[in-house]
Nanobody, 119 residues
Framework: QVQLVESGGGLVQAGGSLRLSCAASGRTSSSYTIGWFRQAPGKEREFVGTISSTGTNRYYAGSMKGRFTISRDNAKNTVYLQMNSLKPEDTAVYYC????????????WGQGTQVTVSS
């Protein structure tokens, strides 16, 4: 079992930055691949990016490349999503999720944190 708790969301002006955190608990949480997703009102959930268990490999959705950076500190069991140059269209609830590296399905999800970007 892995429990995930996101934090760091809030209101920011366009062009600003936010850093979200995803705190993981569970004995083997550092063994999991962590993904970030977001869901805006009235829209489907959207993939943001992912980071491997060791932090070696990272992948981002096209629209986030160059603006968003995912990192992790396994000593703290925490994964971060640094978001720069934020745009109003980045407004959404952001979720982190965990999956075993050998699987495609994310089995564990956090409760989400709201990010609102004002124009």
């Amino acid at each position: 079992q892995v429990q995930l708790v996101e934090s760091g969301g809030g209101l920011v002006q366009a062009g600003g930055s936010l850093r979200l955190s995803c705190a993981a608990s569970g004995r083997t949480s550092s063994s999991y691949t962590i993904g970030w997703f977001r869901q805006a009102p009235g829209k489907e959930r959207e993939f943001v990016g992912t980071i491997s268990s060791t932090g070696t490999n990272r992948y981002y959705a096209g629209s986030m490349k160059g603006r968003f950076t995912i990192s992790r500190d396994n000593a703290k069991n925490t994964v971060y999503l640094q978001m720069n140059s934020l745009k109003p269209e980045d407004t959404a609830v952001y979720y982190c999720a965990a999956r075993l590296p050998s699987l495609q399905k994310y089995d564990y999800w956090g409760q989400g944190t709201q990010v609102t970007v004002s124009s």
